[in-house]
Every structure is written in structure tokens, then in C-alpha cells.
Nanobody
């Protein structure tokens, strides 16, 4: 069974950092494009970042550029989202998603497999 499991969320003060993990089971992420999305209460799901499976191409939405970093460790079959300088507006449930393609897109319609989400709350 193909499964993605996110972890690493929590409560952090503004300016703090978190590293989210997205572990895959039942398949290898080597040939999968990965996307990270988030959904705040009362808002639509928003694309945050994506990572291609082939050439290391990455994309970040403007609001997180310079603060978030997406990466993968194929040996651990895990993708990460390093989040620094967190702001209250980063508060949301964060989801990872995967598609067996080389190219990543920031559209949630692109992805076939989704994790269950992990809550990130940025508050003092």
C-alpha cells in the first residue's frame, strides 16, 4: 500500500524553526516529484514548494522564499521541508504529495498520493 506520512509539526514561536518530514512506504520516492501544501483554517489549500525527481529543480511560493527549503533523502525514502523564520501566517496543516513524474508542479491537481497532514502553529 502506497503511503505518505508527515511528521515534525508542532507549536513554535515567531522566528523559530521546524523541519517537516514526509516518509514514503510501499514505494520508492526516487522517481517521484514531491509537493508541499498547506491549508489554514477557512482558507483554500495553498502550494508551498515542490521538488522534481530528476534534476533537483525546486520551486517556492513567494511568501516562503528564503525561509523554507525542500530536500529529499532517497536512502531514507523521505522528503523534508525545513522552515525557518516562521511567522504566524505560516500556521496551517501541512501536507506532502507525490506523483511518479520527473517534473513537479505547485498545483494540488498534479499529485496522486497525499499524506494525512501535520499541524504547524506559529504563536507567541
Amino acid at each position: 500500500q502506497l503511503q505518505l506520512v508527515e511528521s515534525g509539526g508542532g507549536l513554535v514561536q515567531p522566528g523559530g524553526s521546524l523541519r517537516l518530514s514526509c516518509a514514503a512506504s510501499g514505494f520508492s520516492l526516487d522517481y517521484y516529484a514531491i509537493g508541499w501544501f498547506r491549508q489554514a483554517p477557512g482558507k483554500e489549500r495553498e502550494g508551498v514548494s515542490c521538488l522534481s525527481s530528476s534534476n533537483g529543480y525546486t520551486y517556492y511560493v513567494d511568501s516562503v522564499k528564503g525561509r523554507f527549503t525542500i530536500s529529499r533523502d532517497n536512502a531514507k525514502n523521505t522528503v523534508y521541508l525545513e522552515m525557518n523564520s516562521l511567522k504566524p501566517e505560516d500556521t496551517a496543516v501541512y501536507y506532502c504529495a507525490a506523483k511518479e513524474e520527473a517534473m513537479c508542479l505547485i498545483s494540488d491537481r498534479w499529485y496522486d498520493y497525499w499524506g494525512q497532514g501535520t499541524q504547524v502553529t506559529v504563536s507567541s
